[in-house]
């Protein structure tokens, strides 16, 4: 991470502190040296006599954009910013909900979803999960779109960081791969050998999609800074004869205001403008699209026989399991993959817009906190209008309860409380997005709100954030270790049937207690792995492997 600036407005005695954010993508280059906190994710450098809380960039360009004419060059130049923790906290809390998730399922503590049905586009439901097992599996929906968000975050954050130390576009593509393989390395280690046992090649639970949409977010990065610089050129040239003519006075006593330096920086915002408007294009396009190619659209039929869940139609294209694979739900005898990576590319690429936004100028913090709490808004708004409007929801006609049977013909998402945030996860709708990034942005707000000292002061999130793989893989093998003995020692045959083996399922449903003492005892197990494992890749170099955990 370059080091901080400050910055001397003409005419006033105050400098300002450039502030940034790290994703867990990225750590501090070896050699920087750290401010001192003056307010969570903001740092302060040593030299403010007034600080105003800021962020971005001081002077000159940052992905394209301007960033001010004021700094000057002879300012002491402040220290630079550790991590800021708004980031890491978020995905902190995140790692902590996915726990829930994944320590009920190693147990069989309850059904995984918030009916009784898979969250799967045009799946007809028609009984709720249990209050309890609704509302921790409504929590836990934050998590993988929160990921892959921060994940285009980081991208931008790691790009202008390497940029500064001299990397080439080629290493930082050769980063983005070599990152992408080794996760795609770890999901085959940590799912596909284990539970396949030869039978399936590909078992991608989640870090499948995280591996694809992480090289396919940097190769979006490079090519959006390539062609900007490229548009940008164009349109000064087409400028160029306007600005020699505007540099000749009107009459001989004026002085003109617009030189080819002024040119180039209007060419250089107008090609920043036009590229973040093709990545909200594309953010758009790419949940759209689970929409368009969905097999039945997300809807179900009209009459299915009483009592009947589950699927409706065809969970599968015409063009076979290798396309299915990167946008559907499958489940083919070789293949399987509920996380479709193309299907959950958008939150990536709306985390590159926004990374670029923070770091096309300087931000004071409350205009960061209360722009994400802005979008939190906006993007419940959005999801409020799909249950209105009935668009993106991946699930018309889909719900059976008892309250849409009593009132035939109405509009099901308003039939009751539960019906209304019933969103699809499996591929993920815009309904999903919308929700679900908009409790993201407004706990990001939340965090970046709070006191320095009471944010550090929140247990385990900023460790857990800060070693987040490192925390994914231990965490998997350790809940489902103790739910073997869990399970042993507490479980019971249930009432259905087990998915991965075809026998009647066994777990601790009915025993609440069981599952949340085994998860505080998994996370009082964790925090102090994951604060040895931030220690040692904290002695690594910029180019480690072991950063990459």
């Known amino acids: 991470m370059p080091p ?14 450039q502030f940034t954010a790290i994703p867990d993508d990225i750590e501090p280059v070896s050699g920087e040296t750290h401010g001192s906190p003056t307010t969570n994710g903001y740092i302060r ?23 001010g004419s004021h700094t000057r060059t002879d300012a002491p130049k402040a220290t630079a910013s550790p991590r800021a923790l708004a980031p890491d906290l978020l995905r902190g809390l995140l790692m902590v909900l996915q726990a829930v998730d994944h320590c009920s399922v190693s147990q069989g503590a309850w059904r995984h979803g918030v009916a009784l049905e898979s969250e799967q586009d045009g799946t007809v439901v028609n009984k709720w999960n249990d209050p309890v097992p609704w509302t921790a599996r409504m929590l836990t929906h934050l998590c993988a779109p929160g990921f892959m968000f921060l994940l ?35 999901n085959e280690l940590l799912f596909t050998l284990p539970f396949g046992r030869g039978r399936i090649i590909i078992l991608n639970i989640v870090l499948l999609a995280l591996a694809v949409n992480y090289f396919l977010a940097g190769l979006l990065w490079l090519g959006v800074n390539a062609s900007e610089r490229v548009l ?46 093709i990545l909200l294009a594309l953010t758009i396009i790419t949940i759209a699209w689970n929409q368009w190619l969905s097999p039945h659209h997300g809807h179900c039929p009209v009459y299915v026989p009483p009592g009947y869940s589950g699927p409706t139609g065809p969970t599968t294209t015409s063009l076979g399991p290798w396309f299915d694979f990167w946008f559907l739900n ?18 990536a690429i709306l985390g590159l817009l926004y990374g670029r936004i923070l770091l ?23 999801f409020v209008l799909t249950r209105l409007l009935h668009f993106g929801n991946l699930s018309e006609d889909c719900l059976r309860m008892p309250e849409q049977l009593a009132s035939p013909g109405g ?10 945030f019933y969103i699809t996860k499996y591929p993920p709708s815009f309904s999903y997005i919308a929700f679900t990034m908009s409790i993201n942005f407004l706990l990001l707000a939340f965090f970046g709100a709070l006191p320095d000292k009471v944010a550090r002061r929140i247990p385990a999130l900023l460790t857990f954030g800060q070693s987040a793989l490192f925390f994914y893989i231990v965490h998997l093998m350790l809940y489902f270790g103790m739910g073997i003995l869990v399970k042993q020692w507490f479980g019971h045959e249930l009432d259905h049937i087990d998915p991965m083996t075809g026998k009647p399922a066994v777990g601790t449903e009915g025993r609440p207690a069981v ?3 085994t998860w505080l005892l998994g996370l009082t197990i964790l925090w102090p792995l994951c604060r040895w494992y931030g220690r040692f890749k904290s002695t690594k170099g910029v180019n480690s492997v072991w950063r990459f955990f």
Request: charged share 15%.
């Open 411 to 420: 509009n099901q998402y308003l039939a009751s409380f539960r019906s209304f």
């Open 360 to 382: 096309s100028r300087q931000w004071k913090a409350y205009t960061i906190n209360a722009s994400n709490a802005a979008f939190g808004v906006i993007l419940f708004l959005l």
């Open 330 to 347: 499958v489940s083919y005898p070789r293949i399987i993959s509920p996380f479709p990576p193309l299907a959950w590319l958008s939150p």
């Open 45 to 67: 450098g040593q030299h403010s006599e007034v600080t105003r809380l800021t962020y971005g960039t001081t002077g000159g360009t940052i992905n394209g954009a301007p960033t």
């Open 232 to 277: 940008s050129t164009l349109l000064k040239s087409f400028d160029a004869s306007s600005d020699e003519d505007d540099e000749q006075p009107l009459l001989q006593h004026e002085t003109s205001f617009k030189s080819t330096k002024s040119g180039s920086a209007w060419a250089t915002r107008c090609s920043w403008h036009i590229h973040n408007g």
């Open 152 to 186: 285009g975050m980081g991208v931008v954050y790691f790009g202008r960081s390497r940029s500064k130390l001299g990397w080439s576009s080629w290493q930082m593509l050769r980063h983005f791969a070599v990152r992408a393989f080794v996760l795609a390395a770890v």
């Open 515 to 517: 599952m949340w003492v």
């Open 4 to 17: 901080d600036h400050v910055a001397t407005e003409a005419g006033a005695n105050v400098q300002e502190t």
